[in-house]
């Protein structure tokens, strides 16, 4: 039986904690504005995905996330890890409460939360479809896949993911712990040998300091890596960074919040719908800010495949 309510999933890691701290005041809120929900907090790492799945099964059609980017992906892939429906029949709403919100950013949905309520509470007239990738990887030498609503990338920035998330495994999820991995990334980071086919042709070939493939535009932050991303144009977006300095590099950061990054020589930038990665001796690949395996890597477009609520025109 289909359920009229919302399925509010808390994120208790997101935001260091403060999705969890705040949601009292955030269901406030919610019921203040006449929203029927009920909530479950998530309890482990990837428990999201569980909750999602389970949540559709038993008849809910609008999931509200309280979190963060990582907490959104871990919805959505729960929401293709079902096959109770389509996940596009599927509602998906969030209010941000995570570090650095990217996806939230694409959308224009506010930071505040009494504005994300009321946005909330109009969802029929602002819910709109945008594009999901499948990636395939390999994890632990087996096949793997999952699927991408924001930016994936490899090399660099897949480096600083897989130390941040041994941080997190070792109970350090904490801002500052991102930024120790990230210097500690830029530090020892050798840039690899990669080739990228797009479309099945050979796009770029050599030694490469990060991959990014965006279906929106900002990543850690508020930074740029595929500045002309469109969220449901059915394209993905490919930004190649070509070994570079160390010094040549930090001369370069600002670009990347300018969205400027395809000015810098060293950018190769294209778009297609199927995207293969292959790197020497290999790169690790991260989605949405996680882990997810290592290359050889490939990325199917999947057009409009969720529902999301969203204040992008």
């Known amino acids: 039986m289909t359920k009229s309510e919302w399925k509010v999933i808390v994120s208790r890691t997101s935001g260091s904690g403060k999705a969890l701290r705040d949601w009292p005041d955030i269901s406030g809120l919610l019921k203040k504005a006449g929203i029927e929900y009920s909530e479950v907090i998530t309890e482990h790492p990837f428990h999201a995905?569980?909750?999602?799945?389970?949540?559709?099964?038993?008849?809910?059609?609008?999931?509200?996330?309280?979190?963060?980017?990582?907490?959104?992906?871990?919805?959505?892939?729960?929401?293709?890890?079902?096959?109770?429906?389509?996940?596009?029949?599927?509602?998906?709403?969030?209010?941000?409460?995570?570090?650095?919100?990217?996806?939230?950013?694409m959308h224009k949905i506010p930071k505040n939360y009494?504005?994300?309520?009321?946005?909330?509470?109009?969802?029929?007239?602002?819910?709109?479809?945008?594009?999901?990738?499948?990636?395939?990887?390999?994890m632990d030498g087996k096949p793997y896949s999952r699927y991408m609503i924001n930016i994936g990338g490899l090399g660099f920035d897949a480096e600083v993911c897989r130390?941040?998330?041994?941080?997190?495994?070792?109970?350090?999820?904490?801002?500052?712990?991102?930024?120790?991995?990230?210097?500690?990334?830029?530090?020892?980071?050798?840039?690899?040998?990669?080739?990228?086919?797009?479309?099945?042709?050979?796009?770029?070939?050599?030694?490469?300091?990060?991959?990014?493939?965006?279906?929106?535009?900002?990543?850690?932050?508020?930074?740029?890596?595929?500045?002309?991303?469109?969220?449901?144009?059915?394209?993905?977006?490919?930004?190649?960074?070509?070994?570079?300095?160390?010094?040549?590099?930090?001369?370069?950061?600002?670009?990347?919040?300018?969205?400027?990054?395809?000015?810098?020589?060293e950018v190769h930038h294209t778009i297609g719908k199927h995207i293969d990665i292959e790197a020497t001796p290999y790169s690790f690949m991260e989605v949405d800010g996680e882990t997810v395996g290592r290359t050889p890597v490939s990325i199917d477009i999947i057009p409009d495949a969720i529902k999301v609520v969203s204040c992008l025109k």
């Open 49 to 105: 995905i569980e909750l999602a799945a389970q949540s559709v099964k038993e008849g809910f059609r609008k999931l509200l996330v309280i979190g963060g980017d990582g907490a959104v992906h871990e919805v959505i892939n729960g929401l293709f890890s079902q096959d109770e429906v389509s996940p596009c029949d599927v509602t998906i709403a969030l209010i941000p409460v995570g570090s650095g919100n990217d996806w939230a950013r």
């Open 114 to 138: 009494k504005a994300a309520v009321a946005m909330v509470a109009q969802a029929d007239a602002s819910a709109r479809f945008q594009d999901v990738a499948r990636i395939a990887t390999l």
């Open 163 to 265: 130390r941040f998330d041994m941080a997190k495994a070792r109970g350090k999820a904490k801002d500052h712990q991102y930024y120790k991995s990230l210097l500690s990334s830029f530090l020892f980071y050798r840039c690899q040998k990669f080739k990228v086919w797009v479309d099945g042709n050979l796009f770029y070939e050599g030694p490469t300091f990060s991959v990014a493939l965006g279906l929106g535009k900002y990543c850690g932050g508020g930074m740029m890596q595929t500045p002309d991303a469109v969220i449901d144009d059915g394209l993905i977006n490919v930004t190649v960074i070509e070994r570079l300095s160390k010094l040549t590099f930090l001369k370069k950061v600002p670009s990347l919040f300018k969205g400027t990054i395809y000015q810098i020589k």
